[in-house]
Nanobody, 121 residues
């Protein structure tokens, strides 16, 4: 079973940038498609971005397309989410997820504990 730990969250002003990291242990990350999700207060958890096992394919929610970039370094067993041009509506707890496949990213897999991102206006 893979264990995931997110880091890199914090408080940033609107228009600023943050890079989130998701470090894996227990199993090599290279066998898993990976995703980032977020959950704002009072809202359901939503998909943000995903990446296939070798980084050749990436997918984004419309709300973050052009501002966020997902990437991975399998040698470091880590997945990243570069977030630019942040908006107050990006405020949420961000979770990474390891899934059995890209197709099941939203329905199954292993979650990290989350990291808080707060964007002030």
């Amino acid at each position: 079973q893979v264990q995931l730990v997110e880091s890199g969250g914090g408080l940033v002003q609107a228009g600023g940038s943050l890079r989130l990291s998701c470090a894996a242990s227990g199993r090599t990350l290279s066998t898993y498609p990976m995703g980032w999700f977020r959950q704002a207060p009072g809202k359901e958890r939503e998909f943000v971005a995903s990446i296939n096992w070798n980084g050749a394919a990436t997918y984004y929610a419309d709300s973050v397309k052009g501002r966020f970039t997902i990437s991975r370094d399998n040698a470091k067993n880590t997945v990243y989410l570069q977030m630019n041009s942040l908006k107050p509506e990006d405020t949420a707890v961000y979770y990474c997820k390891a899934a059995p496949s890209i197709e099941t990213m939203t329905s199954s897999g292993t979650w990290g504990q989350g990291t808080q991102v707060t964007v002030s206006s």
